[in-house]
């Protein structure tokens, strides 16, 4: 999940907090403290944390009511890069496979959605083959083909016009660059992707260059979902996508609000994936967190479609009065903070170990909200659900062991062996509209003058993330020596998590995400190798390597293994919370106990 995606956490905006305090006290009237419940039929503390609460109680019917502090970046099936945004669209669209909906883990195995199965996989894991179910429809009830799934990846390489989303499927399917989108595509029926072949209405073959063992994982992205081409208004299409799912765009106030109906051509038995229960559903944008906390508690909206914590003031009521309506999942983000070998004094190790060193990691995890709110120590750089993660098993610094409250001593050895005895000079840079990331830099801040090194903190423009720490001429500029930030994965794997951050390749101009610079051949070799291992136990071997040879390297200071204070209503249910959206609830399937 790139900057963009985490760039949707929503920002923790000051409310007067006379007004919140007289909405928190007329909520506060609906609940209980414990974990058996609360009186607005809440199932209980963490009863949808990796297990289903309430299943049996979902009614067909009723509005479903989501409350957010952010819109999506866009809700384009091929530009949209916020988790949120990829877990609500699967309401209105669907791919040849997708996340199984089930809780915990088992929620990121895959499923045929559009597809009859899985994909025949032939030519040593080159060639993918799949067949279209019978009865699958637009909106307007004419049938999806193949060629509407091809045409919905081709839009992928219309960055020029589509830029935004995740670009995995062109890397794979066309690595030289050959082809140049839909919209300047020569053939006739604008389907020239020489890579993607639709034989007939109902099969589809994808041809690899190359085998990349996560392809059918890229597959599962919405960006993998079908467009029909005389309904894509190109760059306006994320005002009204045209759907294949079981629900339709009526509304859409960008910022405002969004109101999805019933698509009634939408057929339950060409759909094994979703319920559809409710008969509408409704997003409301709210300026302010806070407000939008308060209304969440009064019992207004069902939950919060952002899925990025409760802000302190609301988590404290919550917590206080209203526990049964909460869950405490594991985010799959890890919080942290990188240096870019670029600006000196990084790049020496020993440097950059002073700061592992030197750093209060005890400190920096309340920064983030404590245990509960903000996660367990990090102790290194591959979030819990990734295949190859050891957790705190592997803390080759010792930061949740011996050093967690900082060891000025094996900090300042380190700052001897880089030929910086008494400390240096350097600035931490951190975004301005994230209070959690700012009070995680002033905590470092503290933490390493006790060592000798004096950081200054320059809050840049976080709605600018891309353009600023995006582009390495620009950090180095600035002499950004330690960029706070955070990441999850995109799909499940190595690959779809740390591709981006750690391979060589995908060092930018702009929008560049491998903020330490890191040009290792050895890293790069383990990615190379893992795209060609398909059995499962050889890529967890591996994504264990990579994950090693980072932390050999000291390009970061992970914070936290993410963790988050969820709201759900006690109108809910089939609510759980599924690791394939880094511990959202998943949201396609919820149900209301009532169709009122």
């Known amino acids: 999940m790139t900057t963009q995606r985490t760039s949707g956490r929503r920002k923790q905006a000051m409310a007067a907090a006379a007004v919140v305090a007289a909405l928190l006290t007329t909520a506060a009237c609906g609940g209980g403290n414990g974990d058996e419940g609360s009186k ?118 219309a960055q020029d016009v589509l830029s935004g989303g995740p670009v995995y499927l062109k890397d794979v399917l066309d690595p030289k660059g050959e082809y140049q989108g839909p919209y300047k595509d020569k053939s006739a029926d604008k389907l020239g992707l020489k890579a993607i072949e639709t034989p007939d209405d109902r099969t589809i073959v994808f041809k690899l260059p190359k085998a990349n063992s996560d392809f059918e994982e ?8 079908p467009v029909r081409q005389d309904q894509d208004t190109k760059s306006k299409y994320g005002l009204h996508p045209f759907s294949s799912g079981p629900y339709k765009f009526q509304s859409y106030n960008p910022g405002k609000d969004l109101t999805l109906v019933r698509n009634t051509q939408w057929k339950q038995a060409s759909d094994p994936i979703r319920k559809a229960y409710p008969d509408k559903i409704t997003i409301k944008f709210f300026s302010n967190a806070n407000d939008m906390d308060a209304r969440l508690i009064a019992g207004d909206y069902d939950l919060d479609i952002n899925q990025t914590g409760m802000s302190p003031q609301g988590r404290t009521t919550a917590l206080k009065q209203h526990k049964g309506n909460l869950d405490n999942p594991v985010s ?22 002073a700061v592992i060193y030197g750093a209060d990691h005890v400190s920096l995890q309340t920064a983030r909200g404590g245990p509960v709110a903000g996660g367990d120590i990090g102790t290194n750089m591959l979030p819990p659900a990734v295949p190859g993660a050891e957790g705190q098993k592997y803390d080759p610094y010792e930061l949740a062991g011996a050093n967690k409250k900082g060891n000025v001593a094996k900090a300042k050895e380190a700052l001897k062996a880089c030929g910086k005895p008494n400390g240096f000079k350097t600035t931490i840079a951190v975004r301005n509209n994230k209070p959690s990331e700012v009070a995680t830099a002033e905590s470092l801040q503290a933490s390493l003058k006790k060592v000798g090194i004096t950081a200054d903190i320059d809050q840049y423009d976080g709605s600018q993330s891309s353009g600023i720490i995006g582009s390495p001429s620009n950090v180095k500029k600035k002499g950004y020596g330690i960029i706070i930030m955070g990441w999850g994965p995109d799909f499940p794997s190595v690959q779809g998590y740390g591709l981006p951050l750690w391979d060589s390749s995908y060092i930018l101009e702009s929008g560049n995400n491998n903020f330490a610079m890191i040009k290792d051949k050895a890293i790069d070799g383990l990615f190379d190798k893992y795209v060609t291992t398909l059995d499962d136990a050889g890529k967890t071997k591996v994504a264990t390597e990579i994950n090693h040879k980072v932390m050999e390297g000291g390009y970061y200071l992970p914070f936290v293994f993410e963790k988050f204070i969820n709201w759900r209503s006690g109108r809910l249910a089939n609510v759980y919370t599924t690791d394939a959206y880094s511990g959202m609830y998943d949201f396609v399937n919820l149900g209301l106990k009532s169709a009122k």
Request: charged share 25%.
């Open 218 to 225: 890229m597959l599962a992205l919405t960006s993998a979902s």
């Open 40 to 157: 607005d039929g809440a199932a209980g503390f963490d009863a949808a944390n990796n297990k289903v609460a309430q299943a049996s109680l979902a009614k067909k019917g009723g509005t479903l009511k989501f409350a957010g502090a952010q819109d999506a970046d866009s809700w384009d099936t091929t530009r949209g890069y916020y988790g949120f945004m990829w877990n609500f669209s699967r309401y209105y669209s669907r791919q040849l496979v997708t996340s199984k909906t089930e809780p915990g883990k088992a929620g990121t195995e895959l499923t045929p959605d559009l597809a009859t199965g899985l994909a025949k996989i032939s030519d040593d894991g080159k060639t993918y083959q799949y067949t279209l179910r019978d009865g699958v429809t637009w909106e307007d009830g004419k049938p999806i083909t193949s060629k509407d799934i091809k045409y919905g990846i081709e839009r992928v390489w």
């Open 332 to 353: 799959g983000y890890i919080r942290y903070a990188v240096f870019p070998q670029t600006v000196k004094p990084f790049d020496n190790i020993e440097c950059r170990k």
